[in-house]
């Protein structure tokens, strides 16, 4: 059970495309979902915290108007990167809980290349 | 501020034998949760274990178990009788709720091999 799945896995795509990743829970209902962008051989840095009917919390020195996040029902969110560049190239993972304090099940994770 | 260190990017451990890799934090929280995450080669994060701040009693998951030592912000995790496939990435991280609801941060992680 438990299920995340994210889509898609891999993408490249030219300078100023804008791309939309998406993360669904196929067995139960995620009042929250997570966003995080991971660089090769680092750690995952949150970018920003989906709660279901209501705008994301981004972390500090993320941008808004760049990484939009829409979470419009209890098993899917999504991700867009608008007008993206090379330097948004990165392995972004979504992540989603059933309740705020219960451990994360996450996606595969979406490559994303910037040409 | 929050932090996570993980003291040790690599290890590696013989096959069948135990391992512990070690995880401080820093947090001003009293309530909190840790957890130990596995990153393997094909990507997808897996939950380990988790151990909540207000118990004491040291989780235990099969062959993973934790050493948890509150006052010193400790969270080491312990791999007993090691497979090939526990070679991966361990992240460990804490997570508690602030003012946009719960959030997680994770450690830097170890690269953990475990040798046939």
């Known amino acids: 059970g438990a299920v995340v799945s994210q889509h898609p896995s891999w993408v490249i795509c030219k300078s100023g495309t804008s791309v939309k990743i998406e993360c669904r829970s196929l067995?139960?209902?995620?009042?929250?979902m997570f966003w995080y962008r991971q660089f090769p051989k680092q750690s995952l840095m949150l970018m920003a915290t989906?709660?279901?009917?209501?705008?994301?919390?981004?972390e500090q020195g993320v941008e808004k108007d760049k990484f939009l996040i829409n979470h419009a029902s209890l098993t899917l969110s999504t991700l867009t990167v608008t007008s993206a560049h090379p330097e948004d190239s990165s392995f972004y993972i979504c992540?989603?809980?059933?309740?705020?304090?219960?451990?994360?099940?996450f996606g595969d994770g979406t490559r994303l290349s910037i040409l | 501020a929050q932090t996570v260190t993980q003291s040790q990017p690599e290890m590696s451990v013989q096959e069948a034998e135990t391992v512990t890799l070690s995880c401080t934090y820093d947090?001003?929280?009293?309530?909190?949760?840790l957890f130990w995450y596995k990153q393997p080669p094909s990507r997808q994060m897996i939950l380990v274990i988790r151990?909540?701040?207000?118990?004491?009693q040291n989780a235990t998951e099969n062959r993973f178990s934790v050493n948890f030592q509150k006052a010193a912000k400790s969270f080491s995790l312990k791999i007993s009788d090691s497979q090939l496939g526990d070679t991966a990435m361990y992240f460990c991280?804490?997570?508690?709720?602030?003012?946009?609801?719960?959030?997680?941060?994770f450690g830097a992680g170890t690269r953990l091999f475990v040798k046939a």
């Open positions: 992540s989603a809980t059933l309740r705020g304090n219960q451990p994360q099940h």
């Open positions: 067995d139960f209902q995620a009042t929250t």
């Open positions: 989906s709660n279901e009917g209501s705008k994301a919390t981004y």
């Open positions: 947090t001003s929280e009293s309530n909190y949760y």
């Open positions: 151990q909540e701040a207000y118990k004491q």
């Open positions: 991280a804490f997570m508690i709720l602030n003012t946009g609801g719960f959030k997680t941060i």
